[in-house]
């Protein structure tokens, strides 16, 4: 018989060692997992006194081995209605009063260890027998309490309908199983050589083990979505159908700093901290010192569309109003060098074309011929209409797109307005819509190298090449001014390369001394679409 219950007791203590290792191989370190793992502990602590108590030859050996199986006996409990009460999700309050009891079996182990002095544990201890006292029975009846209040929990919490969740039946039954042959067995229904609930557990250990394999026990998406979002920066509470607080996370808790039982307090605790949250707000904003927070209230129903609990989420959203007065600054920035660029760009051609027209008439002028300065005054006058027009469309961000219809246009546009200096345009090659998506840009950058000509070159003649190639378009513009030794790009040629270069397209500025100006700009056909 003795080597039997030897076997027996062997086989569950290797079944609850083996699935304590295995849960702490799978990296579990929630609450959850610890208060389970102490469970299982609380029973092989209980296995070995059985042990020890097979093999104890005198009374102090036989009391060595009472005293360490009353640590499992007096932790397992208080511990599995922790565990319970972790597991079912009850309220964050519910669980810390529960918390106590931790306190409690170190109080009954006290009074057990303590037997000898009082005599009210067991009224009689020893290797002729034991006989149990008032305190046994009590400690007994608060053992069963807690054991069948943590089974309720699991089946309260964790039930769907009428039916309940197979994974809380296995924990139910992992619980009850001992518990009724615990009855038995103080009952003297049941009489043995060992105490035959630690081996019961072992049936325990099969059905932890199936609620693990099967449906995922401490490891289940419940836990870490519970883990997930107790560690996310958005503040979540959730309140029953009844208002009372049932979860809130870290977030939550460092927002609003202080707890708060149902709903109403918590609206109230909000308030004293924002100043102008108000009660069953469903959605809204608010600020807290120099924070900004998005508030948003939802229900959450069950199948007959009864309303069950309601959530609350609360996010920082001051890096939005950052990010939005940031971009508002870069806008206007943005705007302010569209308008400089523009203004640089229109103006400056518009005032150089009635600089080099008034130096003409002047001209004529000193040499009496008076027949074409009606003309130049006409042209003078258009010009200035047009830089006043287009001054107030840089300022509007308006575009007069009327001869914007063909990239030729828009550069023969530009070079029949200059009266200074002879300018040629040779087209090679035929246009068609492939090439429209540069029209704008070859315009603008024409107009500022015809304008650069006409102020600094003293250039007699300007040349165009307007290139029409399969995969791109190629522009060459050459004078015959005094060129530079050295190329200085300010807004006009920065400008070009800007806008050529959003086009995936390159430009290239050369000058010798005294050989004149160059620009060549090439840009390639296949960037159509990312424009």
Not at 17 to 42: D, E, H, P, Y
Not at 46 to 55: G, V
Not at 73 to 93: Q, R
Not at 464 to 470: A, M, R, S, T, W
């Amino acid at each position: 018989m003795t080597i039997t219950a030897t076997v027996l007791l062997l086989l569950g203590l290797c079944g609850m060692l083996g699935t304590v290792g295995w849960i702490l191989s799978r990296g579990n370190k929630n609450t959850m997992a610890r208060l389970f793992i102490v469970c299982q502990l609380s029973i092989v602590l209980w296995l070995i006194s059985q042990l020890l108590k097979l093999y104890s030859l005198n009374d102090t050996q036989l009391l060595i081995s009472y005293l360490i199986g009353n640590v499992g006996i007096c932790a397992f409990s208080p511990f599995w209605l922790m565990f319970s009460a972790e597991y079912s999700e009850t309220s964050e309050k519910f669980r810390k009063r529960t918390r106590i009891l931790s306190t409690a079996a170190v109080i009954m182990y006290a009074v057990i260890a303590t037997n000898p002095m009082h005599r009210l544990y067991y009224r009689e201890f020893g290797m002729g027998g034991i006989k149990y006292g008032i305190l046994f029975y009590v400690f007994q009846l608060m053992f069963y309490i807690f054991i069948i209040w943590g089974i309720s929990l699991m089946f309260i919490r964790h039930s769907k309908g009428s039916t309940i969740s197979a994974q809380s039946m296995l924990l139910a039954l992992a619980a009850a199983v001992p518990l009724m042959i615990n009855t038995l067995a103080v009952c003297g229904v049941i009489k043995s050589e060992i105490e035959l609930t630690p081996l019961f557990f072992a049936f325990s250990v099969i059905m932890v083990l199936i609620a693990i394999r099967r449906y995922g026990l401490l490891n289940i998406n419940q836990i870490a979505i519970r883990d997930t979002i107790d560690n996310i920066s958005t503040a979540a509470a959730i309140f029953d159908a009844e208002g009372n607080t049932t979860y809130a996370n870290k977030a939550m808790k460092a927002l609003v700093s202080t707890d708060f039982s149902d709903i109403t307090s918590f609206y109230a605790k909000l308030r004293d901290i924002s100043g102008t949250v108000q009660d069953d707000s469903d959605s809204m904003e608010f600020k807290v010192e120099n924070q900004r927070y998005s508030l948003e209230k939802s229900s959450v129903s069950n199948e007959k569309g009864e309303k069950i609990a309601e959530i609350i989420l609360i996010s920082n959203i001051t890096e939005y109003y950052e990010l939005a007065e940031a971009e508002k600054s870069l806008s206007i920035e943005h705007e302010r060098n569209r308008i400089a660029q523009e203004i640089h760009d229109s103006a400056g051609h518009t005032f150089t074309m009635i600089s080099s027209l008034a130096k003409i008439a002047d001209a004529e002028l000193k040499q009496d011929k008076f027949g074409d300065i009606s003309q130049y005054l006409t042209e003078i006058d258009g010009l200035s209409r047009s830089g006043i027009t287009q001054l107030r469309c840089s300022i509007n961000n308006l575009r007069d797109d009327e001869f914007m219809t063909s990239v030729t246009r828009a550069v023969r546009t530009v070079a029949d307005a200059v009266r200074s200096m002879t300018v040629d345009v040779c087209i090679q090659g035929t246009e068609d819509s492939r090439y429209a998506f540069c029209i704008r840009q070859i315009y603008d950058s024409v107009k500022e190298i015809v304008t650069n000509t006409m102020r600094y070159s003293e250039a007699e003649r300007l040349d165009i090449i307007i290139k029409f190639l399969e995969n791109r378009l190629e522009l060459y513009i050459f004078d015959n001014g005094k060129g530079c030794a050295d190329i200085k790009e300010n807004n006009g040629l920065s400008g070009i390369r800007r806008r050529i270069e959003k086009l995936n397209g390159m430009v290239k500025f050369t000058s010798v001394e005294n050989e004149g100006f160059t620009t060549i700009i090439k840009i390639p056909l296949e960037q159509e679409n990312n424009i």
